[in-house]
Structures are given as C-alpha cells and as structure tokens.
C-alpha cells in the first residue's frame, strides 16, 4: 500500500531558498515513510532553469539519499522556449518523466510560456500515476485519458491565484470531482503564499482522505490500489 505525501511550501523569489524549502519537506516526507512527496506548481519560482542546472541536481541527489520519488514544478527553458513543467524524479535520483502543462490558463502564464502538447502515465515501483498542472483540471477529457490508460493516482501541483474570476468554490470542487469520476486517487497540492487559496486535498473517489489549508505543511495518505481496481472492475466507467 503506497504512502504519498503533498508539501503545501512558501513560495519566495529566490531559488536558492525554494530549493532548501524543498530538500527540507523530502527529508519530512521521507521520514514519514512516503513512497513520493508532490510539490506545488512553480515551487523552484519563476526562474528560467535548464535541466541540467545545479538545483536540479540537488533535488536528484535528496531523492537518491533517502530512496523516495518527487515531483517539483519549474520553469524549464528548452530549445530557446520556456514550459511550465512538472519534474518527477525517481528513487535513484534520475528524472523519470518531465510532464510540460498544455493548458496555460489566460493572461495568468508567462508570456514567454509555451504550451505542451502530449502527456502520459508513468509506471513507478508502487503504482501507476499520472502529472497534470493547475488549469489542466478544467478539461476532464484528458484527465480521463489518464485514467483510461491506467493511471491510479493524479497528481496535479497547482498555483491557485486569488485573483482570478473564478470562485473559490470551483477550486475546492475539483479534487474530488476528479477523483469521482476517474476512479482515482486525486492529489492536488497548492503552494503557500498571500496571493493563492493555500489549500491542498488527497482524494479517493468518494471522499477527501486528507487536506491543509491556509498554512505550509505535510500531509500524508496511504492508498489502497486494489480499492481502485475493484471500483473500475465494478462500476465499468471508464469503458
């Protein structure tokens, strides 16, 4: 039975600090035994980052010594284009797989910003996951090709903004939404600043496992796969 873990973080403007934040909450997570620990969307900040910056590598490194997965958010600059990415590095401290958000939400996204255009689940050593980002959760069709290929769990780093015309309401809704009619597990994980809601969920279909709100913090769920393959098997939605 896995462990995840989500680190709800503050969020500065500069890197260095952001990296610290997340080697601490890998070492938290790690000491509650999670089999990964997800990261909001952007947590590097919005610094320009190659993969194979020094950061990065120190993050790889934390992973590799305490043999746990994660997923962090950065601004990836590749081939002179910019892409709000998800990087999900695994226990031995490789990049597994580098997810680039397809939907930008308007007006809210770098201008230099440029959209990805294809995702896909990922097998891990304790189940199979998929990685969208932030305003990917208002388009269930891709969400639902995730789960139709097999993904189990979703996990979806976001940076929810206050300022947008969108309800909080809408924000709350969608975790659960989205694990309902997935037959998943749905992990989104927020940061921690002034200007977004500051909350996080853990999902299973039927109801909110586990959440934080309006704090920086860990929390933790361990989930039961064998409940999702018998809740598809019965309920046959995704056919």
Not at 100 to 115: A, C, M, R, V, W
Not at 201 to 226: F, M, Q, S, V
């Amino acid at each position: 039975m896995p462990k995840i873990a989500l680190a709800q973080i503050e969020i500065s403007d500069e890197l260095d600090k952001n990296v610290e934040k997340v080697l601490k909450f890998i070492n938290k997570a790690s000491a509650k035994k999670a089999d990964i620990v997800c990261f909001p969307e952007s947590c590097l900040g919005e610094n320009f980052l190659d993969m194979g910056c020094k950061e990065i590598q120190e993050i790889r490194n934390k992973c590799k010594e305490k043999s746990i997965y994660c997923i962090i958010g950065a601004h990836l600059k590749e081939k002179n284009k910019i892409y709000n990415s998800a990087i999900l590095i695994n226990r031995k401290g490789e990049v597994q797989y580098v997810y680039k958000k397809i939907h930008l939400f308007p007006g809210l996204d770098l201008k230099e910003t440029f959209p990805g255009k294809t995702n896909k689940i990922i097998e891990t050593d304790f189940g199979k996951i998929g990685i969208i980002i932030c305003w990917d959760f208002a388009f269930p069709e891709d969400i639902k090709k995730l789960s139709k290929a097999g993904a189990q769990i979703i996990f979806c780093p976001s940076y929810l903004l206050k300022s947008t015309k969108i309800s909080k309401e809408v924000f709350r809704s969608y975790p659960l939404s989205r694990a309902f009619e997935n037959l998943a597990y749905f992990a989104s994980c927020d940061a921690f600043t002034e200007e977004v809601i500051s909350e996080s969920y853990i999902c299973n279909p039927a109801k909110i496992l586990k959440k934080i709100k309006h704090r920086e913090g860990l929390i933790t769920a361990d989930l039961n796969l064998e409940k999702i393959i018998r809740l598809r098997k019965f309920y046959n939605c995704l056919n």
